[in-house]
């Protein structure tokens, strides 16, 4: 299984945590990584809310350059997974505007087709890596943990578009949680928005909403939240101390990366999980996880 | 009464709205900013108001969650109604937050939101890409070009 | 004399067939399920008398049953329609009960002790009922039918108790369907409507969240005939509920998931429902959520303000936008605007009722083949023209009434029915004149 | 006297209904023990056809001469029970029914012990009517095959139609110079918008060339004699009284519209009409307003008139399109906007798509119109927006209710008809006997009932045609035998009987004295009551039955 790995904004200039742990763990479930040379933002938010050509144009281009690698679109974040679920759907109801787009992108010798076969991280290991596989990879299950699952807004809406997973009762996050030996469970939260965008215009309210949901974890007696979107990590992990000052009470709730839990149960290191750049409290957690 | 819509509000179908409230109980800002209510944006777009909406404060604070476009009976998107404002409202160069600027002009100029940053462990060591071991990170091939292209895009009039 | 062809036992089916046996005219009811009844025989009670339902239309039933001129057809449906108004050849397919008619007296010892249980239509699948079983204690016909996809006999060759424990011989597991041909001088379709089912509406989580019913299971539940005893409780846990909600235009009004018409009688049902319970247990919390409050028909208004003024029905003017389950409790929480102060509240109940649009029969388009009419974009039977020929199909001497041709109430339906009675004897004279 | 009559009796569970709170086995029990009772059983559901099946039975094996069931109510039972006495060759009178259900289990479900008491004492009384019922024949009576229709609207033409084409003759009494009705004021009728006219013209032309179909313009009914089969109308018509023999009457007078003075200016400012007003000056052209204001419930759902008016959201909603496709902007003020079912909501759909502003007001704060020197002013709180909106419309439209019509009250004391609290007549049965009124013969269709659309006025007219016509198309009918008897002996003639009777059925004989016109008589009792002479008996509610069953009542068991 070969991918062309796009890893946005956001990811590679500060989520190294992320990427790390998706580097470090592909390539043991046989996903072969290749890196996408030339890329660009994906337009998704700068451009979303100032100019949609724009935002086309940007999502359009990075399309453009997997489909000259001729490898399928693996996204990290769910941003830019909807982003370019957008300009798909858009450009491919609009020939007009596609033929627009196609003139912006020739400068660069570039050409936007939209057959691309676009895949998330969490939807790849879900849907084409697969349980067997997952499970098979096991040396350090995580029995007696319980995981709340954060799919991230942008990865379950909007559904009329085509998204990875049920708008209303996603269940791919719990079950790869499952798979590696800890419980998952519903919480009536479970949906809610982390909040991150608001961060522009009114950075309080992010620390609120946010906030909100981690107690609810923290209430409904989960160890951790578990998540597969950049933006929803930053808020979660790398905020809470920021709500917890905010707050007041103690929330304490260890954040992580799906894909740090998925090397941690399949025997990698921290180190090479990047999991020193979570903010959250894992140590005592990482502890009782023990392993390697 | 009902001024000149802007083109990009054509097919917005506000007016079909039945004003069930269903986008509004569904959002996480309605219930914590004061003014900010997606039945009453659709409501006023409906009425020709949008004008009044695009001088709002609250059009800048939608998380985009997307509820409200998953939910609406009636097709409508809340979201991309106001995505569709704030663009208008930037591009008559009404007030609106200066990040959404200053993440622009990073984009054009440099292809990404922001540089890499260093990045501190939980026991404050700082760290970067290099020392984390990952390559360094990607920008257009053709950097001129881009930013050529993008500049031009964003001087089209939108309207 | 020709007779008529009655297409549906519903209240609507029901009153056209009274309505021509008793000026003399032959009738033959044609009805798909084992008893005819329709949904009016699943409601507990009708607003605004709080006349209980089954008890004002069994008499009825019973009329039919017993009427010299009606011959009901159950378990039947119509294959084929050939002819013209006055002299119409039609085609009828009996299924087989697998119960001798004649034999059976509905005495019921069969699905005593049949040993397999299936959710019961009738009960709204709240309750069950045997492989071979009784519709409900009213059915009419009275006669026990075997359920072939249940009955061990028929599944696995095993059983048979039923034709040992009946004391008339009336179990025959031999019985072929039967084809039956009828000469007929107009047809009535009177086929009704189906409940809209929501679990498409992820949101409110119907199918997922054990404590979210459908207005038509909750008709079972509070009925005293109904799985529970018309006691209250609510599926999770048997608790009862004291604070209770319903949502309005669940499947309706919506251009997405569902149907975009308003389905006109949801509204009143809703309201008749939460006076039930106050009915039961008068300090219990009752809350409506509506769009518009469809109070258009004769004393509706009146039965509103009282719901409000006497019995303290509380109306929230809002759809919600979403219903959260506690994973510990099972209580239901509903996030809403509102809409009258635009403010966003939530409430925590112990049940949410579902109020789901009337939709078309699945079946309509099967049968307006058949009958060569036509159905709307929704897939109710079209009429001609609604101002001048509210009863009128496009086709001469097909006529339609009640909800099958849009969502009506039982009066509505009741007075379509006699109007289609009306046309059909106008054919009847006509076609004597013409010979 | 004869030997006791052998009574049975049979006790219904009605499912669990009764046998959840009344013992039933020990009420069959202590009903073997009641004097006369031959036969006692119990009937999961007494009223199934195995019930039925068991009475038959029981009356061939012990001889059975009076049949008590305890069960439900008689309202919707009694007649079931009755005939299927009859088809054992048990006269229907005499069956008695005890209601355990509605007046006992029901209201005693908290008391199961004295709910099986009450069982009992109810059983016990009925038992002792049984024994004293007497059989009794009903009178038969021919039907004149004629009927007579009250209102020359669209409701009333549409039944006289139907009627004739089903063979009988018809008369239609129109107070108005033509026939027509409300439906020649409209412009197009909703829901497909085409024009009114389009649908009236041909329909008045086959009513007034039908052969079977007698129009009377200008002609008010005066007096109404007789009963089902058989009644005399006096009409008065340009030619002066005449009176009419029909079998069965029909009331289709429609409704009026609500002028409402000095709501929102009305009467006071030009620019304010009323829905329909608006729909003749659409009918002529003459709108040319730029924004027009609608306010809905005009007059309606308040303290005068609590009810809503069905039509008027939809004709609101069908005159803003027709407006709005004139490039004028048009707001509808709503409360809650009545675009029920498929074909308004369609309507509703439509005009949305084409631009017409929808507004909520509240009930308790409806709009303020004002008039200023440059215009009307249109000031409310809409929930819409959640704040105040003003709005200075060219023109205001009052969607204002349909009320009864002025003439409703007389001619409800002139059928002895029921009207109900709205002042529009009153059906038989509000679900299952909609179009009917609880005066065998009389029957009741469109906006006379209350409000509705042409379509479905033309439904009820269908459906009454249908039910006027069944008694026609039987040729005789049975009434009733529960009647009373006027003993010639006792009688003074002193006439109380006459006036308190609220069904004419009594008359003075050549001998000046009361008579029962039996097929008229509905037993009501009221001349039994009042008789001074104590010379009215009812049939089947004679003194000596309720007299045995009060005592039976008080008896101690």
């Known amino acids: 299984m070969k991918y062309a790995l796009y890893l946005g904004c956001t990811v590679q200039t500060e989520q190294y945590g992320y990427e790390a742990s998706v580097r470090a763990t592909m390539p043991r479930l046989d996903v072969e990584l290749v890196g996408m040379v030339g890329v660009s933002c994906c337009g998704f938010p700068p451009f979303s809310s100032v100019n949609e050509l724009a935002w086309l144009y940007s999502s359009a281009r990075n399309i453009a350059i997997a489909e000259e690698m001729g490898l399928p679109l693996l996204t990290l974040c769910n941003g830019c997974h909807l982003s370019f679920t957008e300009t798909i759907h858009k450009l491919g109801n609009s020939p ?33 890596v697969g349980k067997d596989k997952i499970t098979a990879a096991l040396t350090n299950p995580l029995k007696g943990f319980r995981f709340a699952a954060q799919p991230g807004c942008h990865s379950i809406r909007p559904s009329r578009v085509g998204r990875p997973d049920n708008p209303e009762n996603p269940k791919k996050l719990d079950e790869l949680i499952t798979w590696l030996g800890a419980e998952a469970g519903d919480y009536p939260e479970k949906n809610d928005c982390c909040g991150s965008s608001l961060a522009v215009s009114a950075g309080k309210v992010v620390l609120d909403i946010a906030g909100e949901k981690l107690k609810a974890v923290k209430r409904r007696g989960f160890d951790g939240l578990v998540t597969t979107c950049p933006f929803c990590f930053k808020v979660y992990d790398n905020k809470q101390r920021a709500i917890q000052a905010m707050g007041g009470k103690e929330i304490d709730m260890p954040v992580f990366y799906y894909t740090q839990l998925l090397g941690l149960a399949i025997g990698l290191k921290q180190e090479e999980l990047g999991i020193d750049l979570n903010q959250s409290p894992v140590d005592e957690l990482l502890i009782r996880i023990g392993g390697a | 009464m009902t001024q000149r819509k802007p083109k990009m509000m054509d097919k917005v179908n506000a007016e079909t709205c039945d004003q069930c409230g269903k986008c509004p109980s569904s959002c996480p800002v309605t219930v914590r900013i004061e003014g900010f209510n997606p039945r009453q944006i659709i409501a006023k777009v409906a009425l020709g108001k949008e004008a009044e909406l695009m001088k709002s404060q609250v059009l800048w604070t939608c998380t985009s969650c997307l509820k409200c476009k998953e939910r609406c009976p009636e097709e409508i998107s809340p979201y991309d109604v106001i995505l569709a404002l704030r663009r208008i409202a930037i591009n008559l160069e009404l007030p609106h937050p200066e990040g959404y600027d200053e993440s622009v002009k990073a984009v054009v100029e440099t292809g990404v939101v922001q540089q890499p940053q260093l990045v501190r462990t939980r026991n404050k060591e700082r760290k970067d890409r290099k020392s984390m071991g990952l390559p360094p990170a990607e920008k257009p091939r053709d950097m001129t070009m881009y930013t050529k292209t993008l500049r031009g895009i964003l001087e089209e009039d939108e309207l | 004399m020709k007779p008529v062809l009655v297409i549906g036992g519903g209240i609507a089916g029901i009153q056209a067939s009274l309505d021509l046996a008793d000026r003399g005219t032959k009738v033959h009811l044609i009805e798909k399920t084992p008893s005819i009844g329709g949904v009016m025989a699943q409601l507990d009670k009708t607003f605004p008398t709080m006349d209980c339902s089954i008890c004002i239309l069994a008499p009825k039933m019973i009329e039919c049953y017993r009427h010299p001129n009606i011959t009901i057809h159950s378990e039947s449906e119509v294959v084929n329609l050939e002819g013209a108004v006055g002299d119409f050849r039609v085609k009828i397919l009996e299924h087989p009960r697998s119960v001798d008619a004649k034999k059976c007296t509905g005495c019921g010892l069969c699905s005593e002790k049949c040993p397999v249980k299936r959710p019961s239509s009738f009960q709204a699948g709240l309750g069950q009922r045997k492989a071979i079983y009784l519709a409900f204690p009213q059915a009419v016909p009275l006669i026990a039918t075997i359920d072939r996809d249940a009955c061990l006999w028929f599944t696995k060759g095993l059983c048979r108790t039923c034709e040992k424990v009946c004391p008339s011989k009336a179990v025959d597991y031999e019985q072929k369907e039967n084809l039956i ?36 299971e909750f008709e079972r539940l509070v009925c005293a005939s109904g799985p529970t005893g018309g006691v209250l409780s609510r599926p999770s846990d048997g608790k009862v509920s004291h604070n209770t909600a319903f949502i309005q235009c669940v499947g309706s009004r919506t251009q997405t998931v569902g149907y975009s018409y308003c389905s006109a009688f949801c509204c009143m049902y809703a309201t008749k429902e939460a006076v039930l319970i106050k009915e039961h247990e008068p300090s219990s919390h009752v809350t409506i959520f509506y769009m518009d409050l469809k109070t258009f028909g004769k004393g509706f208004q009146g039965f509103v303000d009282r719901a409000q003024s006497h019995w303290g029905v509380q109306y929230i003017r809002g759809r919600p936008g979403e219903i959260r389950e506690d994973p510990v409790t099972k209580n239901l929480t ?55 020929s509210p009863v009128e199909t496009g086709k001469p001497g097909v006529y339609v009434c009640g909800s099958c041709h849009g969502p009506r109430d039982i009066p509505e339906s009741v007075a379509e029915a006699s109007a289609t009675a009306a046309k059909a004897s106008e054919n009847i004279v006509l076609s004597e004149v013409g010979q | 006297m004869t030997s006791a009559p052998r009574i049975g009796v049979f006790v219904c569970r009605c499912g669990i209904n009764i046998a959840a709170y009344v ?57 079931l029970f009755q005939a299927t006495c009859e088809e054992s060759g048990v006269n229907k009178y005499l069956f008695e029914m005890a ?30 009517k049984a024994a004293l019922l007497e059989s009794g024949d009903e009178p038969e009576i021919d039907v004149t095959p004629s009927t007579l229709v009250i209102g020359g609207g669209v409701s009333g033409m549409r039944a006289a139609l139907s009627i004739a084409d ?114 003749q000056l659409l009918h002529k052209g003459e709108v040319d307003a730029k924004i027009v204001v609608m306010i809905q419930c005009a007059g309606s759902r308040n303290e005068e008139h609590p009810y809503c008016s069905r ?106 008809v029921p009207l109900d609290s709205n002042g529009f007549f009153m059906e038989a049965h509000v679900k299952l006997r909609p179009i009917d009124f609880a005066t065998d013969g009389i029957f009741i269709c469109g906006t006379a009932h209350s409000p509705k659309d042409i379509g479905e006025s033309v439904a009820q007219a269908l459906g009454v045609a249908s039910r006027a016509s069944i008694p026609m198309a039987k040729k005789r009918v049975r009434t009733a035998a529960i009647m009373s008897q006027v003993d010639q002996t006792r009688c003074s003639g002193c006439g109380t009987c006459l006036d308190v009777c609220p069904y004419n059925a009594l008359k003075k004989n050549d001998k000046g004295l009361a008579e029962t016109i039996a097929a008229v008589c509905k037993g009501c009792g009221v001349c039994g009551a009042t008789c001074p002479e104590k010379a009215i008996t009812m049939h089947h509610f004679t003194d000596a039955q309720i007299e045995a069953q009060g005592l039976a009542a008080l008896e101690e068991d």
């Open chain 4, 99 to 128: 209601n355990i259900r509605d007046q006992c289990s029901w209201v005693h479900q908290k008391e199961p012990e004295k709910a099986t008491e009450k069982a009992k004492d109810l059983i016990r009384m009925a038992v002792a």
């Open chain 1, 96 to 128: 007009e505007l596609k033929v627009k787009v196609n003139e912006k992108l020739a400068g660069e010798g570039l050409r936007y087709d939209g057959k691309v076969k676009l895949v998330h991280i969490f939807e790849l290991l879900h849907d084409e």
């Open chain 3, 181 to 216: 041909e009828l000469n007929v001088s107009s047809v009535i379709t009177a086929t009704g409507f189906e409940q809209y089912n929501p679990k498409d509406i992820g949101e409110y989580g119907y199918g997922r969240y054990k404590n979210v019913l459908t207005a038509l």
């Open chain 4, 166 to 279: 089903q063979g009988f003759n018809v008369t239609i009494v129109e107070k108005e110079s033509t026939l027509g009705g409300k439906l020649r004021g409209f412009d197009s009728l909703f829901p497909h918008k085409q024009k009114a006219s389009e649908v009236l013209m041909p329909l008045i032309t086959r009513v007034s060339t039908h052969p079977r179909i007698r129009v009377l313009t200008k002609s008010t009914v005066k007096s109404v004699y007789g009963f089902l089969g058989n009644f005399d109308i006096g009409v008065e018509t340009r030619q002066g009284v005449e009176v009419l023999k029909v079998g069965t009457i029909i009331v289709a007078v429609g409704a009026d519209i609500l002028k409402p003075k000095g709501l929102y200016l009305y009467g006071e400012d030009p620019r304010v009409v009323t829905q329909s007003e608006l729909e």
């Open chain 3, 334 to 388: 509903i996030l809403y605007e509102n809409t009258e102060i635009g403010k966003v509240e939530r409430i925590e109940v112990d049940m949410v009722i579902l109020c789901t649009a009337a939709v078309p029969h699945r079946e309509n388009k099967e049968l307006a083949q058949v009958l060569g009419v036509e159905l709307d974009e929704y897939g109710f039977f079209e009429v001609g023209d609604p101002v001048s």
């Open chain 4, 23 to 79: 013992d039933v086995p020990a009420v069959v029990e202590y009903a073997k023990t009641l004097p006369g009772v031959t036969y006692a059983e119990e009937n999961m559901y007494t009223c199934s056809s195995d019930g039925l099946n068991k009475i038959k039975e029981a009356i061939k094996k012990y001889g059975l001469e009076r049949i008590v069931v305890a069960s439900c109510t008689p309202r919707t039972h009694e007649p």
């Open chain 4, 311 to 416: 039509i008027c959201c939809n004709e609101a909603v069908k005159n803003a399109i027709n407006i709005t496709e004139k490039e004028s902007d048009v707001y509808i003020l709503y409360r809650d906007l009545q675009t029920y079912g498929i074909h308004y909501s369609r309507l509703e759909q439509e005009a949305k798509r084409k631009g017409v502003k929808f507004l909520k007001y509240q009930a308790e704060r409806p709009p303020l119109v004002t008039s200023e020197p440059d215009g009307l002013k249109v000031s409310l709180y809409s929930p819409t927006v959640n704040e105040a909106v003003e709005l200075r419309p060219d023109m205001l439209v009052l969607s204002t209710p349909l009320v009864p019509v002025a003439d409703a009250k007389e001619l409800s004391q002139l059928l002895k």
